[in-house]
Nanobody
Framework: LQFVESGGGLVQPGGSLRVSCTVSGFTSPYYTIGWFRQVPEKGHEAVSCINSRDRDIYYADSVKGRFTISRDNAKTTVYLQMNSLQPEDTALYYC??????????????????RGQGTQVTVSS
């Protein structure tokens, strides 16, 4: 799998950003793509996952109501719209992909590969 992530950057508290992840190389039309984030002193957190087939979506409690994940299957691209960003959202955001279910990927961290990530910094 090959990943192209984009859209990170610096934003003030309360602002918005959209990050995108395009994955190529799937051998099946059924796959799951997730967004995770990493903060050096806090480890890794699953932010949101979505699959290519149905409406099954996972959000971490910390982002519910603020972040929205969406997909464009024709482009094998997943977007993460992040609103009302706060300093605690600062992290390296990276996408993951594989054949696991949304729950297995986001709750049990079952993914096959991940991208390099894009930095999101929320600061005034």
């Amino acid at each position: 799998l090959q990943f192209v992530e984009s859209g990170g950057g610096l934003v003030q508290p309360g602002g918005s950003l959209r990050v995108s992840c395009t994955v190529s190389g799937f051998t099946s039309p059924y796959y799951t793509i997730g967004w995770f984030r990493q903060v050096p002193e806090k480890g890794h957190e699953a932010v949101s996952c979505i699959n290519s087939r149905d409406r099954d979506i996972y959000y971490a409690d910390s982002v519910k109501g603020r972040f929205t994940i969406s997909r464009d299957n024709a482009k094998t691209t997943v977007y993460l719209q992040m609103n009302s960003l706060q300093p605690e959202d600062t992290a390296l955001y990276y996408c993951t992909a594989g054949g696991a279910s949304v729950r297995d990927m986001c709750v049990h961290f079952e993914y096959e590969q991940r991208g390099q990530g894009t930095q999101v910094t929320v600061s005034s």
